[in-house]
């Protein structure tokens, strides 16, 4: 007998549909690994459809919002798309948030159903007692009073469903931001972005059906979620899903699982390269590349990465409200430091942060504003953010400084908020911690600001050493003097076991900040300015 699979367009405009190529091409492949668990792209398919028509049962339809307090699990996955296939919007959460802030975004998103782990289920119980709105909260590997068993709902007989038909300019999810300067803002993502951003990382990374990714970061993160499961099961290829970041058990991973690609964040390569006996004893060579974004890269990581793993690195930039819209595509010219050139079909500006009306020379640091098919459609019941941040022809405002050279490649140098105005001169922390970690002695930094009572406030530096290393404050100032300019040195140097990270395994720099204020509660004053 001879099937014919027609495969040459997707049939419906809904993002739940993402992986319906490789489940028609060769649904008995395996697509996830979790442990002992494995799921082939029918299986999932299968389990989509059946959280999609339990959350129909349950009075669910078009623009619904369904929240997802879910550890990294493929629970995750098949709940993320049968909410989207259904029509209604998915709402992931980021767990490391108190229950304040996961009670804010409960009520604010309007979320209908919360979706939540066993291991959260104290948090999911806050929310499931404190939000009027959630109706119901469906609890994975768990049993409580007044809540429904996740596995049981999916195990009733499917009722006939039907994909929701869907615009291209319809909400596919609900990303909040961490919300550093306040409270924590919903981006609208259509399902025609989310197409796009899928078919963009694919081909820029020129991923392929035979890829193996290893996925380490938190789903709920756009970098594990973008970068790495969407182009797995866009073009057909296979994902394991660690539980979380754990340095010597991603290493043990590697050698386990062997995969061909890694999405991740420069402290999570920075921890991993820290643990030098695991990588003796574990082959971690399997990888054919790696990409590595989310926060500035220091050009002494990325050759560090690339020695050790043997692989090119690429690294990336993007936001949650404009999608990984620069790269370092595999082909072509790579500049080390660099996050590479703007993607197809998107629009760069670099605007003087004096000027917004002038856009910056080659070499001139300003903020990066994009436009283009990832961007989102605003900000969930907040006109005024989204006015503010969104310009009046689509552009939107990044809030993160780069610089672009002659080719057009660009740049990340941090936020605007991080930059340090050291008596006049502006000091951008990466290249105060570029410096210092091109130090024997060092394997991570991080640079924030702390008060200074003449320049108002000045760089200070925290400082992980290698194991078994040994160095002083007094020296990694003087090495700094002797590679790079006086205003920019570290005013104070603090040594940590490791740099603390958010919940995204981005720095934590908000705690740095603070506890540097704790050291230095009179800010620093005299020496050498």
């Known amino acids: 007998m001879t099937v014919t ?85 998915a709402v992931p959460a980021n767990i490391k948030l108190g ?16 979706v939540a782990h066993e291991e959260l289920a104290d948090r999911a119980q806050a929310i499931h007692d404190g939000v009027a709105n959630v109706e119901h909260t469906l609890l994975v590997d768990g049993d409580m009073p007044g809540m429904l068993d996740y596995e049981t709902l999916l195990a009733a007989e499917l009722d006939s469903f039907t994909t929701a038909e869907v615009e291209d300019d ?22 025609a972005s989310k197409w796009w951003t899928a078919r963009s990382n694919t081909r820029a990374m020129m991923h392929v059906q035979s890829d193996r990714a290893l996925i380490v970061g938190p789903l709920y993160h756009a970098n594990a979620l973008w970068g790495s499961l969407m182009p797995m099961l866009y073009v057909g290829g296979s994902a394991a899903i660690l539980p979380g970041f754990a340095a010597v058990p ?18 999570m390569y920075s921890l991993m390269l820290a643990e030098r006996e695991a990588l003796r004893v574990n082959d971690v060579t399997s990888f054919e590349f790696l990409s590595c974004g989310s926060a500035p890269v220091p050009e002494e990581l990325m050759q560090e990465i690339n ?36 993607v197809m079909d998107v629009q760069i500006r670099i605007v003087d942060l004096e000027d917004d009306t002038r856009n910056c020379e080659p070499g001139e640091i300003g903020e990066l504003w994009s436009k283009g098919p990832p961007n989102l459609i605003g900000y969930y019941k907040q006109p005024d953010v989204t006015a503010e941040k969104m310009t009046p022809d689509g552009y939107v405002k990044s809030g993160d400084l780069v610089y672009a050279d002659e080719q057009g490649y660009i740049y990340f140098q941090g936020r605007v908020d991080d930059m340090i105005n050291c008596g ?31 320049k ?16 002083d404050e007094m020296a990694l100032k003087q090495f700094f003097f ?29 705690w740095l900040t603070e506890e540097a204020a704790r050291r230095i509660p009179q800010g620093i004053t005299g020496g050498m300015g």
């Open 250 to 267: 991603v290493i043990e991973a590697i050698d386990r699982h062997k995969p061909t690609f890694m999405s991740g964040t420069p402290s």
């Open 5 to 89: 699979v027609n495969v040459e367009k997707h049939p419906s405009k809904n993002f739940g549909e993402l992986f319906w190529r490789p489940v028609a091409l060769y649904p008995d492949k395996t697509v996830i690994q979790q442990g002992e668990v494995s799921l082939t792209y029918a299986d999932l398919d299968a389990r989509t459809q059946q959280v999609a028509a339990a959350l129909a049962r349950l009075g669910i339809g078009k623009d619904d919002k369904v929240m997802l307090l879910m550890t990294n699990d493929y629970r995750f996955v098949e709940s993320l798309f049968g909410i989207i296939r259904i029509g209604a919007v």
């Open 99 to 114: 229950n304040d802030a996961l009670i804010y975004i409960a009520e604010h998103s309007d979320s209908r159903i919360l």
């Open 456 to 471: 108002g406030e000045a760089p200070v530096a925290w400082v992980v050493l290698h194991k078994g290393e040994d160095t």
């Open 307 to 342: 020695r050790v793993f043997g692989c090119e690195v690429v690294e990336s930039y993007g936001l949650t409200e404009a999608g990984a819209n620069v790269l370092t595509p595999r082909w072509g010219l790579k500049k080390l430091g660099s996050c590479g050139l703007p």
């Open 170 to 191: 319809d909400v596919a999810m609900m990303m909040y931001t961490s919300g550093s300067t306040g409270r924590p803002k919903g981006c609208l993502l259509s399902h």
């Open 482 to 510: 002797a590679n790079g300019p006086a205003y920019a040195h570290p005013r104070r140097v603090f040594f940590l076991e490791e740099i603390p990270v958010s919940g995204t395994n981005k720095i934590d720099r908000k």
């Open 424 to 454: 006049g001169e502006n000091v951008y922390p990466k290249e105060v911690e570029t410096i210092i970690l091109a130090h024997p002695a060092v394997a991570d930094v991080s640079v924030v600001s702390a008060r200074h009572q003449v």
